[in-house]
């Protein structure tokens, strides 16, 4: 709908004396748009410019104003102007002025932030890497964190979405603009690792959101209380089955979920188990994942048989899938296929909100078993991957297979873990980091949409390399979180090169390394009985350490050249390795385990 309608209120002190001041009014016709390209244009810009001028007064109502001052300055003199603004009222301004900015001086300010940005950015800490890499680590952390912003004032009112003053009563932050499709695939699954209590406070928006409107379902992408139903799917039940899932649940779960399951029957796939339209795909893929959502948070809630209903809508995505052309399809509502032109999987908008039926039909991350067996098993769908990857222009911009300007693919390369071949997810995972994104702002290759850069359904981002990075993740979580960190090194290889190489890229637990087998049993049992009897409100830092490079970590491309190359630096100087050493390598990297982060409960005052 994008009817979005706020007032910005402003209160402003300057710390000079105003003297020379006045006011302006423009003759800006009821019919003309007020949109962004037209307030600059011509028109309009020549109708402010012959707008009289105001003096003698010291007060203006009215449309299409503006105010000026001038001061009289002496060489390099600075007039600083302070302000406060508020969505609620003028009052709500004064108090957030002084509440926020009153008397502080211009250093100050710029101090503060400075503090509040490095505090926020220490959520994840890293270790290694050029200063190059971590500009960059870290600007794309800064673009996560823009949106959804604050939207309460310091005394915690906050506009409606009935246009009345409400208080969250100190139970949450009110925040707006979710831009549900562009940022249910990786910024919130990221917030809720590193700072869950804005996930709380974005759930909860969306809940009040939907309660105080009347609607009674969740918005895919709000904006100032504004249903703007901006793009498709329900990515909302994404971030609340998501939040539940990791202990965020300060909010009202029933409620929540009733307006899920509306959200649901609204826009969803019922009653075809398809939806027919010109972006059919589209529309049916992310239905289909967003009731998955719904089944998953039902089963934690007891609600077994909507568990089982809504699991069942999840597998909707089988029935655009033609099994003659090997792909998915768009369909009509009398279930007759829509026509397949030439070069159909590679048409942008056939069936797909801005991208292809071959970019948006990997969008199974709920089912990639299910997925993978419609599409001809693994060994078939490992050939499309690669292929889908190889035609990719290196230059990384828009294009026809791995279009990382968007986000409908930002799962694919993480497909490969789920196919027993992780070391391409590492990758492509680094080609991604280091074609697409850069320390100056055109070389950034990705979409970065109210911070959808920076996982979906069952552990799919599983061992992605980024840049060789240790990190330390910070967080406060309601309950234990799960952190997929390291491999299994057991089988057949303790004690070998093998271990002597995964000794120093593996994490550490409790002092001793995975690579003995005899130690990782009786930790993990340990770990579970921790986790099993901790209780919510705990806090803790997990050492992630990431997924070694795989082949290039030791500079080569291929099996046949890791082959060649000596594993000195690894423990055994200048000696090849042979066919059975690369059979071993692959073999662990080929397995995964989970490793969960150590809590500790707070003290209760």
């Known amino acids: 709908e994008g009817q979005a309608d706020y007032t910005v209120y402003f209160y402003a002190q300057v710390d000079k004396p105003m003297e020379n001041y006045g006011f302006w009014r423009a003759d800006i016709p009821d019919d003309w748009v007020r949109k962004r390209d037209e307030v600059v244009s011509v028109p309009y810009l020549q109708r402010v410019a012959a707008a009289p001028v105001v003096t003698g007064i010291d007060r203006i109502e009215g449309r299409h104003i503006g105010f000026y001052t001038e001061f009289g300055t002496r060489q390099d003199e600075q007039v600083i102007l302070r302000a406060g603004i508020s969505f609620v009222d003028m009052e709500g301004a004064r108090k957030n002025f002084e509440a926020e900015i009153a008397g502080k001086a211009f250093d100050q300010v710029a101090r503060e932030a400075r503090e509040l940005w490095n505090r926020e950015l220490a959520r994840i800490r890293i270790d290694g890497g050029s200063d190059r890499q971590k500009t960059i680590f870290y600007t794309a952390l800064y673009h996560t964190m823009i949106d959804p912003r604050i939207y309460t004032d310091a005394d915690g009112r906050y506009p409606g979405a009935d246009g009345r003053i ?19 695939r990786s910024q919130m699954p990221l917030q809720t690792i590193i700072n869950p209590q804005l996930v709380s406070d974005l759930v909860n928006s969306l809940v009040t959101m939907a309660d105080e409107s009347g609607r009674h379902y969740f918005e895919r ?6 249903y703007s139903g901006c793009m498709l799917g329900n990515p909302a039940l994404s971030v609340l089955a998501d939040a539940y899932a990791k202990g965020i649940r300060s909010y ?31 529309h049916t893929l992310e239905y289909a994942y967003a009731d998955w959502c719904i089944s998953r948070l039902a089963e934690q809630l007891g609600k077994r048989e909507d568990a089982a ?3 069942a809508k999840g597998q909707a995505y089988r029935n655009i899938f033609d099994r003659e052309k090997g792909w998915f399809r768009p369909r009509r509502a009398d279930g007759a296929w829509e026509p397949w032109p030439e070069n159909a999987r590679t048409t942008e908008w056939y069936g797909c909100i801005e991208s292809n039926p071959y970019q948006q039909g990997w969008f199974v991350p709920h089912d990639v078993e299910g997925m ?27 294009n026809d297979y791995y279009n990382h300007a968007n986000e409908p693919v930002h799962l694919v390369p993480f497909l490969f873990n789920r196919l027993g071949q992780p070391w391409q997810t590492q990758k492509w995972t680094r080609h991604i980091c280091e074609k697409a994104y850069a320390d100056k702002v055109e070389a950034i290759r990705a979409v970065e ?65 995975l690579h003995e087998a005899q130690y990782l049993e009786p930790v993990m049992r340990d770990i579970e009985a921790m986790l099993a009897s901790s209780q919510r409100n705990v806090t803790g830092t997990v050492e992630l350490i990431l997924r070694p490079y795989s082949y290039t ?26 066919a059975d050493d690369v059979k071993g390598f692959t073999k662990i990297l080929g397995n995964q385990i989970k490793i969960y982060h150590n809590v500790q409960k707070r003290n209760k005052k």
Request: proline content about 2%; some cysteine.
């Open 166 to 184: 409400h208080t969250t009563g100190g139970r949450f932050t009110k925040r707006t603009i979710f831009s549900g499709w562009d940022v249910f």
């Open 449 to 513: 949409a109210i911070g959808s850069k920076f996982g979906i359904g069952r552990d799919m981002h599983i061992g992605d390399t980024i840049i060789g990075i240790k990190g330390r993740v910070g967080f406060e979580a309601a309950a234990p979180m799960l952190i997929i960190a390291a491999h299994k090194v057991l089988e057949k290889h303790t004690l070998t090169k093998w271990q002597i190489y995964w000794k120093d890229q593996v994490a550490t637990w409790y002092g001793m390394f």
């Open 309 to 311: 209903l809504y699991a």
């Open 553 to 578: 970590l030791v500079g080569v491309d291929s099996t046949f050249d890791l082959m060649k190359t000596d594993f000195g630096e690894y423990g055994e100087v200048n000696k090849a390795w042979t």
């Open 221 to 226: 992408w709000e904006i100032v209380n504004a």
């Open 252 to 282: 009202d779960v029933e409620k929540a979920y009733r307006y899920a399951v509306n959200s649901s029957k609204r826009f969803g796939n019922d009653p075809l188990g398809y939806t027919p339209s010109e972006l059919c795909i589209s």
């Open 372 to 398: 993978v067996e419609l599409m001809g098993g693994r060994e078939a769908v490992l050939r499309d991957l690669t292929e889908f990857f190889d035609k990719t222009p290196s230059d990384m911009l828009w």
